[in-house]
Every structure is written in structure tokens, then in C-alpha cells.
């Protein structure tokens, strides 16, 4: 049974920073493209970050949040992680980590002063 887990989420002030992180069981990370969507209230899931498999590990950003996220993974602990520095109020919205048709339950991520 595979299943994801992410975590990480909170409120933080506008150009703060969070590390969200998406713990994996019945599947292994390092060989999958691994993507982390967000959906903001009254909006459409987008597409935020992908790093695709161990062999060429690509990363992707959406242009919202380049230079500002990082996904990255680590095999050992079978965890794909999403660092957001410089957070802005319009970053707020619940997180989800994906690989293939599995989905996590989400962490929510709220900016606000």
C-alpha cells in the first residue's frame, strides 16, 4: 500500500521560510518523478515543483516560484522535500505531495503577517 505523507506546513510571516517534507511508504521515491502541487482556496491545483527519477533528477519550478522554492529528495529517508524562502501572502494555500496517481492529505501553508 503505497502512501505519502507530507508535513511542514504553518503560518509564517511574509519573507519567511518553511520546509515541507513528503515521507513515502510502498514506493520508492528515488525512482519516480515526484511533484508537489498547491491548491489556494477558490483556486485550481497547480503544478508547483517536480524532480524527476534518481537517474537524472531534473527539477522544474513553476515561474511563480522560481528562485525563491527548491525541491529536492533524499533516497536514504525516501522523503522528497520543498524549501520556500521569501514566502509571499499569495504562496497561502494546502500543499500536496504526488507521485504517479498517489496522493498525500495535504499540509496547509498559510503567509500572514
Known amino acids: 500500500q503505497v502512501k505519502l505523507v507530507e508535513s511542514g506546513g504553518g503560518l509564517v510571516q511574509p519573507g519567511g521560510s518553511l520546509r515541507l517534507s513528503c515521507a513515502a511508504s510502498?514506493?520508492?521515491?528515488?525512482?519516480?518523478?515526484v511533484n508537489w502541487y498547491r491548491q489556494a482556496p477558490a483556486k485550481e491545483r497547480e503544478l508547483v515543483a517536480s524532480?524527476?527519477?534518481?537517474?537524472?533528477?531534473?527539477?522544474n519550478y513553476a515561474d511563480s516560484v522560481k528562485g525563491r522554492f527548491t525541491i529536492s529528495r533524499d533516497n536514504a529517508k525516501n522523503t522528497v522535500y520543498l524549501q520556500m524562502n521569501t514566502l509571499k501572502p499569495e504562496d497561502t494555500a494546502v500543499y500536496y505531495c504526488?507521485?504517479?496517481?498517489?496522493w498525500g492529505q495535504g499540509t496547509l501553508v498559510t503567509v500572514s503577517a
Open positions: 510502498g514506493i520508492f521515491l528515488s525512482i519516480k518523478t
Open positions: 524532480i524527476t527519477d534518481i537517474n537524472d533528477a531534473i527539477t
Open positions: 504526488n507521485v504517479y496517481t498517489y
